[in-house]
């Protein structure tokens, strides 16, 4: 199964999760008042601030040519206008190993995590967080545009609603619950066309995205129409609300109403994150949205997930209404011990072959993660990394699925050897009738 010669095969990070010491974020004061796991701290993460480069060696060693990464608001903009020239020059240095090594950078300008000052002035519940975000992406564009080949304004507006304003995982905002998290996703739009003109003027021909987390949100097999209806509306909500408002320029129930200045034509691309499925609960009473999974479903570690291949081409097909071209910009499975991370990455990606041979404009796909990292309120107890990371030695080791990678990522393909080796039970999925190519 051939992939586009021009393809782009990528692994995805975020700042806070990887740099280590974002002393100034909100989030560090989230952990210091103990609201995430015991004994669970970001702390040095994975030393990207200081020693990204070994990482981007074995990235290019897997034969990656892309990257997605994020700039730390709090680090580039630590007291509200003054800009450390220090800190853009090391991501300068970050960009360009980056491209030394043949690795083409996507940067995302926010990505869950905000200055400790922008919190103090109510963050995305004021308006004036879009001249704030106006702002810190004019100094990014100056010191940074050369080098940066695409770019992501903001990363899962939903999710960052969802988990900050509703579950309150994430850092309390200073309006929480419903309402307050719609202003939050309406002032995100309005960040989102002020980040895409402030890089247009500077950079015309640079794409500008975002990365919307798409999920698949079905009524339980079986249900009744009221619980199909619901889980309609439930996936309508949380995949195109926010998507429909941006490509229509204008604010839509339940975001509010009005035309959002610059807003329209404002999308060169859509990021697509995509991880799993849920079975929407109905009716919806007390607690989570979503029911476990069936009892023959594979579910990744901490129940993070059930493992939903088809959903990638679903998602996928689902997000063709944009009509933009399409990148992966996350998709990656937690899994310490990598017993599902061979199979994850083979089928996923299978169906997303199967959406370009349908002519679906699938441009890349950036694995989530390069190496484990920080994962947010679940801390260190979730391992995406193609990379294993020891946190507290800083040791690296490639999981099989690392080498997975590099075959795919080198040959630009997928074969029913490599499958046969790294996840013979798919073989007669995916390659029925065919044996292994002798060695
Ligand atoms: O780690 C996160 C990332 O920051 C946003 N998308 C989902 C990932 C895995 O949960």
Redesign the pocket.
């Known amino acids: 199964m051939y992939f586009p010669s021009d393809f782009r095969w990528g692994t995805a990070t975020?700042a806070y999760?990887v740099e280590g010491n974002n002393v100034n974020s909100d989030w560090w004061d989230w952990e210091e008042n103990g609201r995430i796991l015991q004994n669970h701290r970001s702390g040095l993460a994975c030393n990207w601030w200081e020693n990204a480069e070994a990482d981007l060696d074995l990235a290019a060693a897997m034969g990656t040519n892309a990257h997605r990464l994020s700039l730390e608001w709090s680090r580039i903009e630590p007291e509200p206008a003054r800009f450390d020239t220090e800190a853009l020059d090391r991501y300068r240095e970050i960009l360009q190993a980056m491209h030394d090594r043949g690795i083409e950078p996507m940067v995302t300008l926010h990505?869950?995590s905000n200055p400790r000052w922008l919190v103090e002035k109510q963050d995305f519940n004021a308006a004036i967080v879009v001249d704030y975000f106006q702002r810190y992406t004019a100094r990014v564009v100056e010191h940074l545009g050369d080098l940066v080949a695409q770019w992501v304004t903001i990363?899962?507006p939903m999710?960052y609603i969802f988990m900050r304003y509703l579950e309150r995982v994430f850092p309390a905002p200073s309006r929480p619950g419903f309402w307050g998290g719609l202003q939050a996703g309406a002032n995100m739009l309005r960040c989102h066309a002020a980040a895409y003109h402030t890089i247009k003027e500077a950079y015309p021909a640079a794409p500008v995205g975002v990365a919307k987390?798409l999920a698949c949100l079905d009524p339980k097999p079986n249900a009744g129409p009221l619980a199909r209806w619901w889980a309609g509306r439930l996936s309508w909500l949380y995949n195109d609300a926010w998507l429909d408002c941006l490509v229509n320029g204008r604010l839509r129930w339940p975001f509010g109403r009005g035309k959002i200045p610059g807003l329209a034509g404002s999308l060169d691309f859509l990021g697509v994150?995509y991880?799993t499925r849920f079975y929407v609960k109905f009716p919806p009473l007390g607690g989570l949205l979503h029911e476990g999974w069936e009892a023959d479903a594979v579910v990744s570690d901490g129940n993070y997930g059930e493992i939903y291949p088809k959903g990638i081409y679903r998602v996928i097909k689902q997000a063709l209404r944009y009509n933009k071209p399409i990148y992966v910009t996350?998709n990656g499975v937690p899994d310490a011990a990598d017993r599902l991370r061979p199979g994850f990455l083979i089928s996923h990606l299978r169906e997303i072959w199967r959406a370009i041979s349908f002519c679906y404009p699938v441009m890349g796909y950036y694995h989530?993660s390069l190496i484990d990292n920080f994962?947010?309120d679940r801390g260190w107890t979730q391992r995406?990394g193609l990379i294993e990371l020891d946190v507290a030695t800083q040791a690296r080791h490639l999981r099989p699925s690392a080498h997975l990678y590099r075959e795919i990522c080198q040959s630009g393909c997928l074969n029913s050897d490599m499958t046969a080796r790294y996840a013979p039970d798919l073989l007669p999925v995916l390659f029925p009738g065919q044996a292994p190519s002798p060695a």
Do not use: M, T
């Open positions: 975020a999760q990505h869950f990363n899962e999710v987390n994150n991880y996350e989530w994962e947010w995406f």
